[in-house]
T-cell receptor, first 114, second 113 residues
Framework: DAGVIQSPRHEVTEMGQEVTLRCKPI?????LFWYRQTMMRGLELLIY????????DSGMPEDRFSAKMPNASFSTLKIQPSEPRDSAVYFC????????????FGPGTRLTVL | GENVEQHPSTLSVQEGDSAVIKCTYS??????FPWYKQELGKGPQLIID?????GEKKDQRIAVTLNKTAKHFSLHITETQPEDSAVYFC????????????FGTGTRLTIIP
């Protein structure tokens, strides 16, 4: 298996632009997670899905952030408009069976907002 | 929700010595405690986990111990090697709500050759 796939790996954009991060979970996994990692705040859970349905989005910072999972093999995290404080590494992870079973993380997307 | 505290934030040990990282949690209903290792430029990866029906679990040079009464668990790495240098995260699921994992703040472990 290829593991969790994220794209792009690096994104540099200017403040106010829309940013879309993409994730393909491991085939067969029924949970998908979006995390944000910064030096100041560590690893934060933004939102997670079970069988394509959002279960908990309490970690989404504000209305500028939105996430979708249109099918079992694809999810997006969108930031519109982006701000410099959104600069971070964004990870997607997937797991099978329970929300806290072993989570397999993707390589991350390093986002820089200028 | 769950509150997980992790110490120390940084740790340097001589190659061959042991390293210990400690975590405390707040939700007494938590029953699963994983440890993840994050190497530079990569996502975290599960290295060992323990469930609350056991007090200790070993896998070669790594072990995790759990004290449910005190609500703390620890990662032990023996005979450390340069490839053990990484950031280590503990985590615990809260059961008020929907069992999502809460991660500790991480420990940057450096093995000195």
């Amino acid at each position: 298996d290829a593991g969790v796939i994220q794209s792009p790996r690096h994104e540099v954009t200017e403040m106010g632009q829309e940013v879309t991060l993409r994730c393909k979970p491991i085939s067969g996994h029924d949970y998908l997670f979006w995390y944000r990692q910064t030096m100041m705040r560590g690893l934060e859970l933004l939102i997670y899905f079970n069988n394509n349905v959002p279960i908990d989005d309490s970690g989404m910072p504000e209305d500028r952030f939105s996430a979708k999972m249109p099918n079992a093999s694809f999810s997006t995290l969108k930031i519109q408009p982006s701000e410099p404080r959104d600069s971070a590494v964004y990870f997607c992870a997937s797991s099978l069976g329970r929300s806290y079973n072993e989570q397999f993380f993707g390589p991350g997307t390093r986002l820089t907002v200028l | 929700g769950e509150n997980v505290e992790q110490h120390p934030s940084t740790l340097s040990v001589q190659e061959g010595d042991s390293a210990v990282i400690k975590c405390t949690y707040s939700d007494s209903a938590s029953n699963y405690f994983p440890w993840y290792k994050q190497e530079l430029g990569k996502g975290p990866q599960l290295i060992i986990d323990i469930r609350s029906n056991v007090g200790e679990k070993k896998d070669q040079r790594i072990a995790v111990t759990l004290n449910k009464t005190a609500k703390h668990f620890s990662l032990h790495i023996t005979e450390t090697q340069p490839e053990d240098s990484a950031v280590y995260f503990c985590a615990a699921p809260g059961f008020f709500g929907n069992e999502k994992l809460t991660f500790g703040t991480g420990t940057r472990l450096t093995i000195i050759p």
